[in-house]
C-alpha cells in the first residue's frame, strides 16, 4: 500500500503547515482554568480559519476535507506541538 500523499493531499499539507507555522499560539499554560481558555481561544482561531473541524462541509465552517486530509491535520498538529481543541472526539469524527 503507498502511503504518500496525492498530489491534492500534499497541497492539503502544505496549505495547513503554513497556516499553523503562522498561527500556531505555542504551548498550552498549566494552570488548568488557563489552559481551557487557551484551547478554547485556539479552537475559534482553527474555526474562523475552517481547521477546526476540517471533514465538516463548508457551510458548517468546515473544508470538506477527506480521511486523508482529516489525518494529514492531525500529523501537522503533533509535528507542530499545537494544542489539541476542546472536545476534538465530537468534532473530529
Do not use: C
Amino acid at each position: 500500500m503507498n502511503f504518500d500523499d496525492s498530489p491534492e493531499d500534499k497541497a492539503f499539507r502544505a496549505e495547513f503547515r503554513a497556516w499553523l507555522t503562522a498561527n500556531n499560539p505555542g504551548p498550552i499554560p498549566p494552570d488548568p482554568d488557563a489552559a481551557f481558555e487557551f484551547r478554547r481561544a485556539w479552537q475559534k482561531t482553527m474555526y474562523d480559519a475552517g481547521w477546526a473541524a476540517p471533514g465538516w462541509p463548508r457551510e458548517w465552517g468546515g473544508r470538506e476535507a477527506t480521511v486523508s486530509q482529516r489525518v494529514i491535520v492531525q500529523e501537522e498538529i503533533a509535528l507542530a506541538r499545537a494544542a489539541v481543541i476542546i472536545n476534538a472526539i465530537g468534532v473530529w469524527n
